[in-house]
Structure formats: C-alpha cells, structure tokens
C-alpha cells in the first residue's frame, strides 16, 4: 500500500478528496438503493447488489484517474482541440433532441444510438 502510495504523482490532497469522496458515495447509494431494493425486483430488500455496481464502478474510475494521470499534461492540449468542437456538438443536439421519459421532459438525457445507454 506504501508502494501505491509513493507512485502517484500529483497533489496528495486531492487524491485524499477523490477518495473520501469515492467513500462517503456509499451512503446516499445504499439509502437509495433500499427503495429500488424493496419496490423493485423481487421486493427482497437486498441492497448488497446496487453497493458491488457501485464498488465495481468506483474502482473502474480509479483505474482511469490513475491511468489518465500517468500522461503527461501537455498532450491533453491537442485532444482539447478535437474534443472541444464535439463537445459543443453534443451539447447542442442534447438541447435540440432531448428525450421525455415518462411524461417528464428530461431535455438534458439522449440515448446513445446502437447501444441503448441514456446520459
């Protein structure tokens, strides 16, 4: 663990917030994961599925931060410039062509062709 430790490079106290962060996240999950645990489904109450998925999805964004900080900064300079033009483009279409799900208009959610995913 001191290994671990000793490798990331970068600000000490913000990897210290991401995690703290990552760890209170557990709370509101399994307080409202109890609802969808007891009304959905078989009405068990089992909340330990809904906390794994989020465990699982906290240490799959781990490894990316650690992974992403690994490069170095300059490079993220050029992606910008790709990327930024997208990012409008979605942001434009996501106001344009927002969904309504459920009666709701949830203008701020699109569903990803071919894939079936909402953001």
Known sequence: MKQLINSLRGDKGIWSFVALLALFSFMPVFSASSNLAYMGGKGTGNTIGYLVK??????????IIY??????????????????PIVWLLLAYTLLKGTVIDGANASRWIQVPFVGITF
């Open 54 to 63: 989020h465990g699982i999805s906290i240490l799959t964004g781990f490894i």
């Open 67 to 84: 992974q992403m900080h690994k490069i170095p900064y300059h490079y993220f300079r050029g992606i910008s410039r790709i990327a930024l």
